[in-house]
């Protein structure tokens, strides 16, 4: 489209006199109101035809892999799809969505007391290093376990990474990213959008006025405002982490900016994929995630160092300052991935999974540990706790020995689905900090030779309690969707890692979050998962696990 525009000269007319203007100007309103005869095309027509044409090219080209790290064309082939389309289309009782990570899963209002959405994600699919991106949303009935799908001419482009939530009759979505198939190229939307769940039509809301585009943000909801933080901006070339603070009027839809952040600014530092939750007039933050990038001056490639926080604060929505919190209770080791959700009923924020990478050999080896556990943030004490699960015997969890489990996987003894080694040759040395299990504190020191070298490992202080191997549990997992209703807590999907392979997943669990907490499998793994699990060269279960079970 940006070629020169050409000049034509134009030919003085043909038409004899006689047949005088008046029907030339018929004959031009009659091609416009396409009233022709059969053997000639409209002008309308050409164009409809180019278009299409247009669309069966970038398809084409799609499928052969000539733009695949062409964000601008990738998006415009999908806008033309998507005008193809009804006004609406709802598909129900579909299969489950595909499996797939950084999703989000949010819970209607009480009217609809069954539903919740599903929105976004991506996956790397199976058996290629290519990325999709989503941006299907599907309404999902967790008392019948079924899904509609709903489709539009207009609706928002794919992104993962993104945030939304339910307000009154709306569903709301705020910036998230699209990622190139090749993943080389990355695009940060900076727009907003409300879908009405009683027509089905998505609208796009304005966003003069508000933050920079990014994805890794968080919110929470404040009454009638919804209060956002942070996130990221990364294109490839520049890397920006945030600590700004939003406030987005749910009704006139509108931004205003609280806390612009900054270095050395009283608060919680830049940082995305942190876990938020509002009580009261209280925004309560905690942990997130930021990488920093060192520019090498001898050297053309960049380093990149990635920083896992633990730290808590908390915002007095009236005055608009951070305090920061003591970390009480038993909480959660520093780990990045995590899922978390607000449980109103019992005024805490419920956090899920996630991954810690521990590096071996100056970093040459980096062992990676999926944890399965789950915690409790009171809100109003700010006091962490381990949910303990209960088997249907009744019986409380036992405790686990962490440390004896760590030596015995370092050993090669052992294969824990929840472990992930990226070396062939790490095996016999293994650093790795142990689960956060059994409420007597350890600390053990054990000595590994990699190499040649001894390296000094620290095992962190325990605390929580670990299910017994007989109990039905997700297994560890990083950027799943979870969202709560009522008192349950709801799971889907995630990423794991098999060695330097990355397998999305896509079953669904629910946690009973009421006086006696115990996982369920609604929906296990789909035989294309259990595939890619398979065939990533690692097993998928535990040799105590002989039922096939996905228990650890």
Same mark, same amino acid.
């Given at each position: 489209?940006?070629?020169?525009?050409?000049?034509?000269?134009?030919?003085?007319?043909?038409?004899?006199?006689?047949?005088?203007?008046?029907?030339?100007?018929?004959?031009?309103?009659?091609?416009?109101?396409?009233?022709?005869?059969?053997?000639?095309?409209?002008?309308?027509?050409?164009?409809?035809?180019?278009?299409?044409?247009?669309?069966?090219?970038?398809?084409?080209?799609?499928?052969?892999?000539?733009?695949?790290?062409?964000?601008?064309?990738?998006?415009?082939?999908?806008?033309?799809?998507?005008?193809?389309?009804?006004?609406?289309?709802?598909?129900?009782?579909?299969?489950?969505?595909?499996?797939?990570?950084?999703?989000?899963?949010?819970?209607?209002?009480?009217?609809?007391?069954?539903?919740?959405?599903?929105?976004?994600?991506?996956?790397?699919?199976?058996?290629?290093?290519?990325?999709?991106?989503?941006?299907?949303?599907?309404?999902?009935?967790?008392?019948?376990?079924?899904?509609?799908?709903?489709?539009?001419?207009?609706?928002?482009?794919?992104?993962?990474?993104?945030?939304?939530?339910?307000?009154?009759?709306?569903?709301?979505?705020?910036?998230?990213?699209?990622?190139?198939?090749?993943? &080389? %190229?990355?695009?940060?939307?900076? !727009? +907003? $959008?409300?879908?009405? @769940?009683? =027509?089905?039509? /998505? #609208?796009? *809301?304005?966003?003069?006025?508000?933050?920079?585009?990014?994805?890794?943000?968080?919110?929470?909801?404040?009454?009638?405002?919804?209060?956002?933080?942070?996130?990221?901006?990364?294109?490839?070339?520049?890397?920006?982490?945030?600590?700004?603070?939003?406030?987005?009027?749910?009704?006139?839809?509108?931004?205003?900016?609280?806390?612009?952040?900054?270095?050395?600014?009283?608060?919680?530092?830049?940082?995305?994929?942190?876990?938020?939750?509002?009580?009261?007039?209280?925004?309560?933050?905690?942990?997130?995630?930021?990488?920093?990038?060192?520019?090498?001056?001898?050297?053309?490639?960049?380093? &990149? %160092?990635?920083?896992?926080?633990? !730290? +808590? $604060?908390?915002?007095? @929505?009236? =005055?608009?300052? /951070? #305090?920061? *919190?003591?970390?009480?209770?038993?909480?959660?080791?520093?780990?990045?991935?995590?899922?978390?959700?607000?449980?109103?009923?019992?005024?805490?924020?419920?956090?899920?999974?996630?991954?810690?990478?521990?590096?071996?050999?100056?970093?040459?080896?980096?062992?990676?540990?999926?944890?399965?556990?789950?915690?409790?943030?009171?809100?109003?004490?700010?006091?962490?706790?381990?949910?303990?699960?209960?088997?249907?015997?009744?019986?409380?969890?036992?405790?686990?020995?962490?440390?004896?489990?760590?030596?015995?996987?370092?050993?090669?003894?052992?294969?824990?689905?929840?472990?992930?080694?990226?070396? &062939?040759?790490?095996?016999?040395?293994?650093?790795?900090?142990?689960?956060?299990?059994?409420?007597?504190?350890?600390?053990?020191?054990?000595?590994?030779?990699?190499?040649?070298?001894?390296?000094?490992?620290?095992?962190?202080?325990?605390?929580?309690?670990?299910?017994?191997?007989?109990?039905?549990?997700?297994?560890?997992?990083?950027?799943?969707?979870?969202?709560?209703?009522?008192?349950?807590?709801?799971?889907?999907?995630?990423?794991?890692?098999?060695?330097?392979?990355?397998?999305?997943?896509?079953?669904?669990?629910?946690?009973?979050?009421?006086?006696?907490?115990?996982?369920?499998?609604?929906?296990?793994?789909?035989?294309?998962?259990?595939?890619?699990?398979?065939?990533?060269?690692?097993?998928?279960?535990?040799?105590?696990?002989?039922?096939?079970?996905?228990?650890?």
């Amino acid at each position: 489209m940006g070629g020169r525009r050409r000049r034509v000269r134009v030919r003085p007319s043909r038409i004899s006199p006689s047949m005088g203007g008046g029907r030339d100007k018929r004959r031009k309103q009659q091609k416009k109101l396409g009233k022709v005869s059969e053997s000639k095309t409209t002008g309308a027509r050409k164009t409809e035809r180019k278009s299409e044409r247009n669309a069966e090219k970038n398809h084409r080209r799609l499928e052969r892999g000539l733009i695949e790290d062409d964000i601008d064309a990738i998006l415009n082939a999908m806008t033309i799809e998507d005008a193809r389309r009804a006004e609406v289309e709802v598909e129900r009782d579909v299969v489950k969505p595909c499996a797939r990570g950084h999703a989000s899963l949010t819970s209607t209002t009480t009217q609809r007391p069954n539903e919740m959405i599903l929105y976004g994600g991506e996956r790397v699919a199976p058996g290629s290093e290519k990325c999709e991106v989503f941006g299907d949303l599907h309404r999902y009935d967790v008392g019948k376990d079924r899904w509609t799908r709903v489709t539009n001419a207009k609706m928002p482009h794919p992104r993962s990474g993104h945030q939304a939530l339910c307000h009154g009759n709306y569903l709301y979505v705020f910036m998230g990213e699209f990622t190139s198939p090749n993943q &080389e %190229r990355f695009l940060h939307h900076r !727009d +907003a $959008w409300r879908f009405d @769940l009683e =027509t089905n039509i /998505w #609208e796009q *809301l304005p966003t003069k006025g508000g933050p920079s585009a990014r994805s890794g943000h968080r919110i929470a909801t404040w009454g009638k405002k919804a209060i956002m933080f942070g996130g990221f901006y990364d294109n490839g070339r520049d890397v920006k982490y945030y600590n700004d603070v939003w406030e987005f009027d749910l009704e006139k839809c509108e931004w205003k900016c609280r806390c612009v952040g900054g270095e050395g600014a009283l608060g919680p530092s830049p940082r995305s994929a942190c876990h938020v939750g509002v009580h009261g007039d209280e925004f309560v933050l905690y942990g997130g995630y930021c990488k920093n990038v060192d520019d090498d001056e001898n050297d053309d490639e960049r380093s &990149e %160092r990635g920083t896992t926080f633990s !730290d +808590a $604060w908390s915002l007095n @929505l009236k =005055t608009w300052k /951070w #305090e920061k *919190l003591k970390r009480q209770g038993l909480a959660p080791s520093a780990r990045a991935g995590s899922s978390s959700a607000m449980h109103a009923l019992k005024k805490r924020l419920v956090l899920f999974g996630g991954v810690v990478d521990h590096e071996v050999k100056n970093g040459d080896v980096i062992v990676s540990e999926f944890f399965t556990d789950t915690y409790n943030l009171n809100m109003e004490a700010k006091k962490w706790f381990p949910v303990t699960l209960y088997g249907d015997d009744k019986t409380k969890t036992h405790k686990a020995g962490s440390l004896e489990e760590a030596e015995r996987v370092a050993a090669g003894e052992v294969v824990n689905e929840n472990f992930n080694i990226r070396s &062939e040759q790490v095996r016999a040395a293994v650093k790795i900090q142990a689960h956060f299990r059994g409420y007597q504190v350890r600390k053990a020191y054990k000595l590994y030779k990699v190499g040649g070298v001894v390296s000094e490992l620290l095992y962190s202080p325990g605390s929580g309690e670990a299910a017994p191997k007989t109990l039905p549990r997700p297994r560890g997992r990083i950027n799943a969707a979870i969202s709560i209703k009522a008192n349950s807590m709801y799971l889907f999907g995630g990423v794991i890692e098999l060695g330097d392979v990355e397998v999305s997943l896509d079953d669904i669990w629910k946690l009973d979050l009421g006086a006696r907490p115990k996982w369920t499998c609604i929906s296990p793994l789909s035989e294309e998962c259990q595939n890619a699990l398979t065939g990533g060269g690692a097993e998928s279960e535990s040799d105590d696990d002989e039922d096939g079970s996905e228990s650890d």
